[in-house]
């Protein structure tokens, strides 16, 4: 009798664990303002970051949109909280192995890989090609995304990556 117990009992567990829902994806996004550059600034542009992360945690594909910028040179994801500036670990665009940004506005798609996580953070534990890492830092909302141009190389607007 105790073992045909223990044979339902292994039996519904391995059934359970057959229809358990997969992990569901997990959106992440930023809106991007000169508002929240580091110093504030007065921009007319704009634009969108969302991040979707795969079920295995493997890949994040991007979507980064953005209008009213002149000869936007790159984009970035970087590791700092708000109103704190910190390295660049992964490029979006202009750089990186990645396309050219659109220089008046566009969209650029993508998607990150361990391999795309730079060594800019090193320093702050952060190690090149630890996408698992960088993942929990953008979970936290300690990093950002931003767009440099060439009137603003040091950024000209930004957004902090935040849970969606």
Partial sequence: MARLRIVYMVAALVLAAAVAPAAAQQT????????????TLNSSGSGTLTLTVSDDEQSIAYVLTYQGLTATGASHIHVGSPWQNGPVVI?????????????????????IVASDVTAGAAAQGFPAGDLATMLAAIRAGATYANLHTAARGAGEIRGQILPQ
């Fill in 28 to 39: 992440l996004g930023a809106t991007f303002s000169g508002y929240t550059e580091n110093p």
């Fill in 91 to 111: 490029f979006l665009c202009g750089g990186g192995g990645r396309p050219s940004c659109p220089s008046e506005g566009g969209t650029v798609e993508g998607t």
